[in-house]
C-alpha cells in the first residue's frame, strides 16, 4: 500500500506508561522521525516538574503549540513522524491536530499500580513522584475509540506495535 501523504503518529498516555519506548519502537519499524515531547518543554516547566509539582493548562500551551508545529513541520516535508506525548486532555490532542488533520494516536492505558512500579524502577528523568501521576490520573481524559486506538501496557511493546499498524492499516 502506498501512502499519498505522511503519516503523524501519536503516542499518548501518563508517565510511566512507555510513550518513549514504543514511540520510539514505533518509528523505527515504519523508518519515521520520533520527537519525545519532552525534549521540547521549556526550562520552566522542567524545573517546576523537578520541584514535583504538576504543570497546568497555562504551562503546556507553548509546549503543544511547538509539537503541532513540528508535526506541520514534517507533513510538509513529506516526512513520517511520531511524537510521544502525554496529550492528558482532548484539547490538548485537538491542539496537536492542528498540525496534523490526519493525526492517528496509540493510546497506553495502565493501571496505576503498573504505572508507579514503572516509574519506581526510572532513574534520571525529571518526572518526580506519586503526587505527579495522581495529578496526570486527574487531569487524563482518556480517549475513546473515535479519537485513538487503546492498548494495555501489560502487553509487550512489540505486540502494541503490531495491533497498532494493524488498526490503522484498516
Not at 493548562?57 to 511520531?82: F, M, P
Not at 511524537?83 to 484539547?91: F, G, P, V, W
Not at 516509574?119 to 518526580?128: D, K, M, V, Y
Not at 486506538?149 to 490503522?168: G, K, M, V, W, Y
Request: aromatic content about 4%; hydrophobic content about 40%.
Amino acid at each position: 500500500m502506498i501512502n499519498q501523504s505522511p503519516l503523524s503518529l501519536l503516542v499518548m498516555g501518563v508517565s510511566g506508561s512507555g510513550k518513549s519506548h514504543i514511540g520510539s519502537l514505533l518509528a523505527s519499524t515504519l523508518h519515521a522521525d520520533f520527537i519525545d515531547a519532552d525534549d521540547h518543554h521549556s526550562p520552566a516547566s522542567i524545573a517546576k516538574m523537578s520541584r514535583g509539582a504538576p504543570l497546568n493548562d497555562s504551562d503546556r500551551e507553548d509546549w503543544l503549540l511547538t509539537l503541532a508545529g513540528l508535526y506541520r513541520q514534517h507533513h510538509d516535508q513529506g516526512k513520517d513522524l511520531v511524537i510521544a506525548c502525554s496529550a492528558l486532555k482532548r484539547r490538548y490532542r485537538d491542539a496537536l491536530r492542528q498540525g496534523a488533520p490526519g493525526l492517528k494516536i496509540l493510546y497506553l492505558d495502565g493501571s496505576r499500580e503498573i504505572l508507579l512500579e514503572r516509574l519506581g524502577g526510572r532513574a534520571g528523568h525529571f518526572f518526580a513522584g506519586e503526587n505527579m501521576l495522581d495529578s496526570q490520573l486527574h487531569d487524563l481524559e482518556k480517549p475513546g475509540g473515535d479519537e485513538a486506538i487503546s492498548l494495555d501496557i501489560r502487553q509487550s511493546p512489540n505486540r502494541i506495535i503490531e495491533i497498532f499498524l494493524s488498526r490503522i492499516a484498516r
